[in-house]
């Protein structure tokens, strides 16, 4: 049974710095292409970053977020510098298991993210 499960959110002010962590089980993580995707209030999902070897990243974060993995961890991060207001949503970790596109593969519970002055 896949598992994924995410850590790390909560309430930052704008600039400031969070680090997500996804732990994965189930499944054979080194050779999962896996993503970040989030919800914003209000708004449906949107893709964030994709990693297998190289990440890819959405334009809005690009300089700001790095995306990693740790296969013999079977972890995935997303560091989060300079946050703003904008970046506020529920992000989830994703496993595009069997060609699954982002918005359909599995993911976690999510973590919530709030940046609020």
């Known amino acids: 049974e896949v598992q994924l499960v995410e850590s790390g959110g909560g309430l930052v002010q704008p600039g400031e710095s969070l680090r997500l962590s996804c732990a994965a089980s189930?499944?054979?993580?080194?050779?999962?292409?896996m993503a970040w995707v989030r919800q914003p209030p209000g708004k449906g999902l949107e893709w964030v970053s994709t990693i297998y070897r190289d990440p890819l990243y959405r334009g809005s974060v690009k300089g700001r977020f790095t995306v990693s993995r740790d296969d013999a961890r079977q972890t995935l991060y997303l560091q989060m510098d300079s946050l703003k207001p904008e970046d506020t949503a529920v992000y989830y970790c994703a496993a595009l298991l069997s060609g699954a596109s982002w918005d359909g593969a599995p993911r976690g519970q999510g973590t919530q993210v709030t940046v609020s002055s």
């Open positions: 189930g499944f054979t993580f080194s050779s999962t292409t």
